[in-house]
């Protein structure tokens, strides 16, 4: 009958809905995550110009800029010698999706320098 809707089509429709849903949370994070991975590359590269505080403050500048909970605590600063330097950042975002259901998304940046 006209305007009847089948139990098959209204699964179809919660589906969809979710996955939306979860389409419209986690996409921007993972694009805030590549642009942030980026810039600590970046960040990286300048280690013969620039001391350790003056990385470690790109790196949190980067992070802020995006939105993403990055501390002090969560960069890590390594050099060996004059040529060698690694930057790692390891942070978590937890996401909350419909009813009241978390997800905990863990990043992990790793970057060295010249």
Known sequence: MAGEVSLR???SLILVF???H???KVTPLYIKYFYFREAVKDSARMAKE???DEILGMVLESA???GLP???ENVTLERAGDESFRVRVNFFVDVKFLWGF???FNFNCQAEGP
Do not use: A, N, Q, S
């Open 9 to 11: 089509g209204l699964i």
């Open 18 to 20: 979710v996955l939306l």
């Open 22 to 24: 979860g389409l419209i």
């Open 50 to 52: 620039k001391g350790d």
């Open 64 to 66: 802020h800029e995006l």
């Open 70 to 72: 990055v501390t002090e």
């Open 102 to 104: 978390y997800r905990r």
